[in-house]
């Protein structure tokens, strides 16, 4: 095994339709990638199997330092065990994902939610590199966040601090959110609300957040409402956690960030208007590594013990 192949670890990030890992060096470059759908309806046991084929693919004969994971649901850092998750990845919930990793490779494994991930990565050498507190907002499938403070990631008493998607949001109405519950900033400003409420205005099926978009560029004035009124939801709400976390710096990925300057322009006046004189001027910026912040946080987990989040309560 060379010198830099010592230096390096593997990524993983699981989501709810693609598992990707990289093999990421010291200073954050990508050497390569692999990528599988992933088998959520299938169980754990083929969710593992895919992340463990995608480890030993991006490995490709070297012996890396250990594996970083990111992963959809609630994870306990310190354990490594999901906590809960959604029927996207079926019987999710109570993974021992750290150990049963870590039995199959023989490598120390470390494990956080996949949003904590892309904010590690991001406050590495991505938007946030050098800042010494950042916010990271992930708007897509769902809304998530993650606030990074002096390398350290808040994790909350319960594994759960960032699901700024299940803050209450007057502009959800009585609309249903994925949790079960009414009202919340998911159910108004994640992609798949988007989608849903262009299809109840124009009364016909709509598959894709990017239909929704395609239509709006096109003229639509019920599509351009919806993209905007998501936006507007999702920046006030920001606004609300920039008051209450002061971070330096804000970060917004996801996949709903690419609607474009349609989306973002009426997001960050919403996010300002809700701004406290002091925090008036906080930097508000897209992500810079995109899909690859999540691997490249993961692997951050066990490049080095510095960057180790240690789960700030």
């Given at each position: ?153 808040l994790f909350g008493a319960h594994c759960v601090a ?5 803050v209450p949001s007057a502009a959800a109405g009585s ?139």
């Open positions: 095994m060379s010198a830099a192949a010592s230096r390096c670890a593997v990524g993983v990030d699981i989501g709810g339709t693609k598992t990707v890992a990289a093999l990421v060096d010291g200073s954050g470059a990508v050497i390569g990638r692999a990528a599988e759908p992933t088998p959520g309806g299938d169980g754990p046991d083929a969710i593992l199997a895919t992340a463990l084929r995608l480890v030993k693919a991006v490995a490709d004969g070297t012996r890396p330092l250990g594996v970083g994971i990111g992963s959809a649901g609630v994870i306990d850092h310190r354990s490594g065990v999901v906590l809960s998750a959604t029927s996207v990845l079926r019987d999710w919930a109570g993974t021992l994902v750290r150990e049963r990793i870590s039995d199959a490779t023989a490598l120390p494994v470390q494990v956080v939610n996949d949003v904590h991930a892309h904010a590690l990565g991001e406050a590495w050498i991505g938007a946030a590199a050098g800042a010494g507190s950042m916010l990271m907002v992930a708007v897509g499938t769902g809304v998530g966040a993650s606030f990074v403070h002096g390398g350290e990631v960032g699901h700024l998607g299940h609309r249903l959110c994925v949790c079960g519950r009414v009202g919340h900033l998911e159910a108004v400003a994640a992609g798949p609300a988007l989608t849903a409420s262009y299809s109840e205005l124009v009364g016909r099926p709509v598959s894709t957040l990017q239909e929704v978009v395609r239509d709006a560029v096109a003229g639509s004035e019920a599509a351009r409402v919806v993209v905007t009124d998501g936006a507007k939801a999702l920046g006030a709400a920001v606004g609300g956690a920039v008051n209450l976390l002061d971070p330096e710096v804000v970060v917004i990925g996801g996949g709903v960030v690419g609607a474009g300057q349609m989306w973002w322009r009426p997001m960050e006046r919403a996010l300002r208007d809700e701004l406290l004189p002091a925090t008036a001027d906080v930097q508000v910026c897209g992500s810079r590594l995109g899909s690859d912040a999540a691997l490249v946080g993961a692997a951050r987990l066990v490049l080095t013990d510095d960057f180790r989040t240690k789960g700030k309560r």
